[in-house]
């Protein structure tokens, strides 16, 4: 038996295996790969070999449910393009660049810059962005919030000039609408200037390297803004599609899934080809059966992190209970990977000795549940119902709405003639809703 001290220490270690909020890097030991378990999605495989067979820049379009995944993988294409000598700069916009709750075209271009000039400053020579900058510094020098004259800086300092716009368009609201209106009038000498730099440093890419490409992530979580019939989604993915694919590399942005499933997804692929979705793991088939392999898994994923930290203990007995506490949470995630990961840190939490005990992985399930019924809106509840019964979707924004909010989760799978089919659920914590069974009643 683990001592008090071994036990919280051991505890603490699994806590932290379990962060929901951090994708995993390449390479990662705990990695598993769910790609037959998805429907045979494959990020290497349609959108790497686009990029390596293209000889023209390429720009895609990648999508899921959030908290799906999407990161994890995208980082394994990075290493994937590094490996092929391609120099990729990947970052998440809305850490430290743009405001999910509010975020347009000019936000993601300031925040490019900014990310490019990091990344590439001591490849390419900065000076084009620089005099761009400079011929504009009267109008966002107070925007910037410094009283400085552009001349007196150095260069260092004069580049982090962007990064001063960037974060006060993240984390001043007030000056937010005052940047894009100084910045949009010049977007399009911006994205030259931009170019002059990315072909620079395109010819000094460090020794092994000898193509650019840009991983755009995280604009998935945008939320929908709507004036009249249009979005800022529109605004950003097709009113400015040309400015979005103008910049002289590789790019790929990740784009909210509500927008891939409305009637504009035939404009985004005329525009940027087939998106690729990430869909869940399936875990149960679409009669409702326990899906063993996609089970297997989930199961996977909590084993492997488990093994980092306590290689010797068994997994079924001694970390959790017995096996079928494994297997709630697991089918209770609806095969999301981060729900798994939030209902496994929650249970864990609710833990002061191991084993983890089915009482605390209910408590976490319940705990989760109460976040679903608060987040589905009264008439939603016949919607919902609707959708587990048929297994289908209409194309409607109610339904959009659903699938953002991760209330409905898409699966995918491959029959014996590998003829692809595509089927919808309600989230499993939804079903055991009393207001989700009523609504079930009503309709059965």
Known sequence: MLSVVNNTELLKKLYNAFDPFRPLPAGDPTYVDCQDVRGDADIIEELG?????????????????????????LLKLKQYLENRQFYVVYFAADEEDIDSEDAQYTDILLACTRRLLRDLGDIASPRPLLNWLQERWQELRDLAQTEMQFEDMGVELQMSQF??????LRAVPQLRQQIREKVNPHTVTLIKVLNEFLSDAKKRLPNGYTKLAVIVDNLDRMVLVKEGDRTNYDEVFLDRSEQLKALDCHLIYTVPISMVYSIRATDLRDIYGDCLILPMIMVRNPAGEVYQPGLNKLQEVIRKR????????????????????????????GGHVRNLLLLTQDAISRTEELPITERAVRRAITQARDTYRRTVENHQWDLLAEIFLSKRIINDDQYRCLMY???????????????MHRWYDTHPLIQGIQEFKEALARLS
């Open 163 to 168: 990064a001063k716009l960037t974060a006060n």
């Open 49 to 73: 070999n686009r990029i390596q067979l293209a000889n023209q820049n390429t720009y895609q379009l990648y999508s899921g449910h959030r908290g799906a995944g999407k990161s994890t993988e």
């Open 405 to 419: 909010n991760r209330c409905l989760l898409e699966y995918r799978y491959l029959d014996d003639e590998e003829e």
């Open 306 to 333: 488990v093994r980092q930290h306590a290689p010797e203990l068994s997994l079924e007995t001694q970390i959790f209970d017995n096996p079928q506490t494994i297997n709630k949470l697991c089918l209770m995630s």
